[in-house]
Every structure is written in C-alpha cells, then in structure tokens.
C-alpha cells in the first residue's frame, strides 16, 4: 500500500479530504514505484483554473501584425494574468468586409 496526502487542500474546506484508490499492481511493486503512484494520482486530480476568451482584433491589437494562431500572449482578467496560447483563428469575408474571430485558452 501506497499513500499520498496533499495538507493544504485538506484544509481549504471542511469538505477537503477525499480518498480514492489507484490499482498499481503492474507497476514494480516496491514502495517506493507504490508511493510515486499514488503521488502521481494525487497529481492528476489537482484542482484547474481554466480560462478563455474571444479577443477583439482592433488597431492596437491586429491580427497578423501583433498576434498570430499559436502564439503565446498574456491575457488580464480580474487582477489575474494569465498566459494563453491562440487555439483558433477564423477568418470570414462577407460583402467585402473581413472579421476575424480566435480563441484564447489557458489551463493550469
């Protein structure tokens, strides 16, 4: 048996501690591969902070000239930064009119 434990999610809430079991038994069956199993679990089940946006293309900030698909920019949102990457870009011509729409994500 492997145990791993994370205090300070523990304690963020009354309703902090949860267990689970992770089924190792093909890993090497030393303590320590046991331990780093259950780490790795305990890794995996992290809370996320996850953000994304819809930028505006405007004359301070240009599709093509300041950004591009796959760029890495920081995005400002409730006194938090966050780095996100460009994931999707749209671009439509509609009677001679160009609108571009991409999507910014970010995921901790």
């Known amino acids: 048996i492997g145990t791993a434990s994370d205090s300070t999610r523990i304690n963020e809430s ?7 079991t992770v089924n190792a038994s ?5 303590a320590a591969a046991l331990t780093g199993s259950a780490n790795s679990a305990l890794f995996n089940g992290r809370p996320r902070i996850r953000f ?10 240009r599709f093509g000239r300041d950004w591009n698909f796959g760029d890495k ?3 400002r949102f409730a006194n938090r930064e966050f780095d ?11 009677n001679q009119e160009e609108t571009i729409r991409s999507r910014l994500e970010f995921e901790s």
Do not use: H, N, W
């Not at 009354?14 to 689970?20: H, M, S």
């Not at 994304?52 to 900030?61: G, I, K, L, M, T």
């Open 84 to 94: 996100c990457i460009i994931k999707t870009v749209q671009l439509s011509v509609r």
């Open 73 to 75: 920019v920081t995005a």
């Open 14 to 20: 009354a309703y902090g501690r949860k267990e689970g």
């Open 26 to 30: 093909m890993d090497d069956d030393t």
């Open 52 to 61: 994304s946006a819809d930028p505006v293309d405007s004359a301070q900030f």
